[in-house]
Each structure stands twice: as structure tokens, then as C-alpha cells.
């Protein structure tokens, strides 16, 4: 069964402190892989789309990369407004477009 | 400014009603999904849609039903055989379901169910 896992659950950072999360995947022929920021009570909100490896996009202090197998998301010196909880999510390699596999996500608290 | 509505924000129900959660978007999406969040999981599908008058079940669309008559609006129905419909619901919407390519889901702020 296709699977897609983030690590750390949880992540406290000071605000500078730059650092990492990560999202393994299982899904044979990725036909894209995505990231989401969620804040509390609120949908999720679109950040990146990367779709082969070697990929990376970039955001203000965010920036997405991409293996065959996994992707990370890089915060370089993150600011408060930072804290949310970060998604990943990958299409079905066949089958309606819609049918996203989410991670559980990585919850991220950054501290002044 | 174009986006997906979702009503109520928050919503208690009895044991044993069924609730309904709307969705509206005008972004002119042919495709809407249902998805249910429970903490430490990811999002599950429920239902989609990708064109009026046409939906499918997802992975856990025991207890739900949807109806889609208009391409702008895809309620749901929480009936009273879910057995644990406490969560958080979010709607969202894609230019196309079918199996091309096509880009990011659009979501809405969600709906919270609590049951009494």
C-alpha cells in the first residue's frame, strides 16, 4: 500500500534555528509531490509542488527538495510566524488526480 | 476574490441525527473532495466528485453521503451511522479529477463536529 510518513511529529524551534523535516514516500511512479502549511483551525495552504528528483523551489525562508524516495522541507532561520503544522501529500500514480495520500504532518513551534 | 466556503464553522450534534456541512466554491473547479482530519492522521479522503451529478466513494465513506447538482456546491451528510464522526472537515476543490496532471488542491477553513 502506498504510504507517505513525516518526522519528526513535533518540532520546537528557537527563532534562527534552522532546521529540517522530512517526508518519505512509498508511491511507485510519483507524479508529483506536494507541501501544505496548516494553521490551527484552518485549511491547509498550498506551498510547493515538486515532481522529479534533483527538484527544489524555494519560498521566503522555505525551500522544498525531492530524492526518488523522500522530500524535505529546509527553514532557514525561522521566525514565529513560521509555527504551523507542514503537510505532505502525493497523488495516486494512476487513478483520479484527487486522491491524495497525506503524511500526518510535522507540527512546528518557533519560539521568539 | 475567488475561493471555497465552507459552513458552519462549528457545528454539535446529538447522537443520532444526521448532520449536513456545506461546501461552495467559485473557482469554477470541476472537482471537489471531502476529507476528515483526526489528530496525529492524516487527512482521509471521504467522497469526490469530478464533474455534476457524478461522485465516488473514497477510502472511508461508511456513515457519509454527498450529492453534487451544481458544479459551485458538494454538501455532506454526516449520518447517524458513523460511528465516530467527531472531527475536523475540510472541502476542497481541483481544476480536474481526472488522472492528468493538475496541480494543487484548493481548500477550505474547515469544519469542526463535535458530537454530544
Known amino acids: 500500500e502506498d504510504q507517505v510518513t513525516q518526522s519528526p511529529e513535533a518540532l520546537r524551534l528557537q527563532e534562527g534555528e534552522s532546521s529540517s523535516l522530512n517526508c518519505s514516500y512509498t508511491?511507485?511512479?510519483?507524479?508529483?509531490l506536494f507541501w501544505y502549511r496548516q494553521d490551527p483551525g484552518k485549511g491547509p495552504e498550498f506551498l510547493f509542488t515538486?515532481?522529479?528528483a534533483g527538484e527544489e523551489k524555494e519560498k521566503e525562508r522555505l525551500k522544498a527538495t525531492l530524492t526518488k524516495k523522500e522530500s524535505f522541507l529546509h527553514i532557514t532561520a525561522p521566525k514565529p510566524e513560521d509555527s504551523a503544522t507542514y503537510l505532505c501529500?502525493?497523488?495516486?500514480?494512476?487513478?483520479?488526480?484527487?486522491?491524495?495520500?497525506f503524511g500526518a504532518g510535522t507540527q512546528v513551534v518557533v519560539t521568539p | 476574490d475567488g475561493g471555497i466556503t465552507q459552513s458552519p464553522k462549528y457545528l454539535f450534534r446529538k447522537e443520532g441525527q444526521n448532520v449536513t456541512l456545506s461546501c461552495e466554491q467559485n473557482?469554477?473547479?470541476?472537482?471537489m473532495y471531502w476529507y476528515r482530519q483526526d489528530p496525529g492522521q492524516g487527512l482521509r479522503l471521504i467522497y469526490y466528485?469530478?464533474?455534476?451529478?457524478?461522485?465516488q466513494k473514497g477510502d472511508i465513506a461508511e456513515g457519509y453521503s454527498v450529492s453534487r447538482e451544481k458544479k459551485e456546491s458538494f454538501p455532506l451528510t454526516v449520518t447517524s451511522a458513523q460511528k465516530n464522526p467527531t472531527a475536523f472537515y475540510l472541502c476542497?476543490?481541483?481544476?480536474?479529477?481526472?488522472?492528468?496532471?493538475?496541480?494543487?488542491?484548493?481548500f477550505g477553513e474547515g469544519s469542526r463536529l463535535t458530537v454530544l
Open positions: 476542497a476543490s481541483s481544476p480536474s479529477g481526472g488522472s492528468t496532471l493538475n496541480g494543487e488542491l484548493f
Open positions: 508511491v511507485s511512479g510519483l507524479r508529483g
Open positions: 515538486l515532481y522529479s
Open positions: 501529500a502525493v497523488p495516486p500514480p494512476t487513478d483520479s488526480w484527487g486522491k491524495f495520500q
Open positions: 473557482l469554477n473547479h470541476d472537482a
Open positions: 466528485s469530478q464533474i455534476v451529478n457524478d461522485f
